[in-house]
């Protein structure tokens, strides 16, 4: 391998890159070659010695317990990553309840309470009837009638308090 002081500005680049070092396309040659020759530096620091059981009162390198926790992290992120990878037992498909069928052009009403007529109960009521509206239209009409009111900030109405609404919605929605 090349000295970085040998190597063009091609090749630092190449190596800067590899390296992971921040801004490398703006540096400048001398300053790649600093910023390599620093990360080549560290890299040798960081080695850990190999020690033998036998000697005693042996110095431990101070990056030595760093090093090893770092690879323990990174061993159990690989095992994680391989166990999420594995298909898991597959979950046996109990009973569900079907829901009746939606034709085309009804709208699922969201039940939330008995006494609660939404806009989408009406529409499914009218489409019943021969009247074929959707949602966007209704919606549409409701708001250029002025005398429709929303009690609610969704179209929902209360089926026994506001009978003379739910009545007059019908009405403008069939015309």
Known sequence: MK????MNSKELREEAKGNHIKNWWNLKKADMVKALNDIKNTQTKMEVPV??????NTEIHPYAEMIHEINDKLLKKEKEQKEIK????KIKKSKVETVSKITKGMIAPKVEDENIVTLGMILNDLSKEGYDIKGTKARRILRKAASIKRPFKTWKWDKEEHKDIINEVKALLTK
């Open 51 to 56: 020690v033998s059981e036998n000697v005693e």
């Open 86 to 89: 594995k298909p898991k037992n």
């Open 3 to 6: 000295k970085y002081e040998e």
